[in-house]
């Protein structure tokens, strides 16, 4: 394995894209944010999938599905403790415990009775110690936001902080470059994500204004949402189908983040977890209905 390659892999990863020129692109994005986050975040990576590569789970690592949890962590450390040795500590040790809390999640839901839903892990692994970051350890760090209070700006500006955001970083730069990235491995991916961070916008506006709805932060996770189930879940499904789990998946996340938010908790990714994992259990019962509505009215199923 190039594990150079792959721990840019992992970057790519977040976005549901296993490229390392997407992740080439993401990398200077969250540097032109600030160059020590991108340190942390690629530490992150590298930490991940180095140690699942020498714990066996080698295709895995290869394709960066063990590499951007740790990605993540490192961008939350810088957030939350801002560049310090803790930081650094904070992200070794956070993307040493994704490998196993990814596989952990990946063995439960292939248990019964989870097994017939599939679910994946997404960005659980990040959000379970990210959260505990958050709750047990005082505030030092810090993103500074970019915001605006014109409604055409806000839009805007909402929707290119949505692409920086999903890397806990702000600044329409960041994520028109983040976008173009996306592009680069998948305009498909790149094409719904745009359209889930405008539906977190607008429905964002109907309970925020537009300086909250600016900042991106209502609309990271259905920009995740969106691009995941319409291009990756569900990606065997017919077009209609896939679009309208996307544009469902996208406003399920705008809920969970208002109240994550008013409860005090860290949101993070909770609500694109949330929501995706919702939207695929409806979809995998719904097949399920259809499978046995077929086989209540076809010849086989009646002798059976």
Known sequence: ??????????????????????????????????????????????????????????????????????????????????????AVLLTVLGALACVPLHQLLSTLFRSRPL?????????APFCLIATGIFTLLPTTGGIPLVISSDP?????????????????EDGW???VIIFVGLLVGSRVIASLGLAGAVIGILAGLTVLGPEQVSTGMLSYSSLLAAAGTGAVFLAD??????LAAACGAGLFTVPFVLVLGWAGSPVLTWPFVFATWIVVVVDRLVEKKKGDTVNLVSPSGANA
């Not at 097994?115 to 960005?123: K, Q, R, S």
């Not at 499904?237 to 896939?242: C, D, E, H, K, V």
């Open 1 to 86: 394995m190039n594990l150079l390659t792959a721990r840019i892999r992992g970057l790519s990863q977040i976005f549901f894209i296993s490229s390392p020129w997407t992740g080439l692109l993401i990398l200077p994005a969250v540097g032109y944010a600030s160059p020590q986050a991108a340190f942390l975040f690629l530490l992150g990576s590298v930490v991940q999938t180095v140690t699942a590569h020498f714990m066996g789970l080698r295709d895995d690592a290869a394709e960066g599905i063990q590499g951007y949890n740790g990605a993540l962590v490192g961008a939350a450390a810088m957030a939350h403790v801002g560049f310090s040795g803790e």
């Open 115 to 123: 097994a017939h839903f599939d679910l994946p892990a997404l960005t």
């Open 152 to 168: 055409l700006t806000a839009v805007g500006l909402g929707i290119t902080n949505s692409f920086a955001e999903v890397d806990l």
């Open 173 to 175: 730069i960041a994520g």
């Open 237 to 242: 499904r017919p077009l209609a189908w896939r």
